[in-house]
């Protein structure tokens, strides 16, 4: 079975004065996500919150309330490590890169490591306890990728 995760960009590009189309994009979102959910709690938070997009029916205060609430919490829920959900300055909601965090947590070497690409990777697991989780590998063009401590691509960005 295909369990979908985020990808890197722009979910809806939503009318700023149309908040039905909006709570539509949010709820399909929910609803791709959740069918293959394996986190429970998750899950249920996601059907929650579908739940009060429809009965919210075409009440705009009540979707707005979705949007701004249940339904962007329940979508951050999915966010897979340094990504966020949010409206992007272009305006379009989507899955986004949290690069700042991810620098910061290299330079600190928070559980991060950043190489070049092509380049060795360091030993993953120390003895000092600082084990590495992360691997943020960069090409020559600035391309980014995360990997997880098992080499598995987490996302990646251009």
């Known amino acids: 079975m295909y ?3 985020p990808r890197i960009g722009a979910v809806c590009s939503p009318d700023p004065n149309d ?12 609803r ?6 394996r986190d429970g ?14 009965k919210a029916g075409g009440d705009a205060e009540a979707l707005q309330a979705f949007v701004d609430g249940a339904g962007l919490e329940a979508i951050q829920a999915y966010c897979l490590p340094f990504m966020s959900f949010s409206l992007a300055p272009s305006g379009d909601y989507g899955f986004w890169p949290d690069l700042e965090g991810l620098e910061r947590a290299a330079r ?14 360091p030993p993953l697991w120390s003895g000092s306890g600082r084990d590495i989780q992360f691997v943020m590998e960069v090409s020559d063009h600035g391309n980014l990728t ?5 080499r598995q691509e987490v996302w990646s960005c251009v």
């Open 41 to 54: 709690e998750r899950r249920r938070a996601s059907l929650a919150a579908i739940d009060d997009f429809e």
């Open 32 to 37: 791709q996500f959740s069918r293959t959910d």
């Open 146 to 150: 995360l990997y997880n401590r098992r």
């Open 19 to 30: 908040i039905h189309a909006l709570a539509d994009d949010f709820a399909y979102e929910l």
């Open 3 to 5: 369990i979908r995760t």
């Open 108 to 121: 600190s070497r928070e559980g991060v490591i950043k190489v070049n690409s092509g380049d060795p990777w």
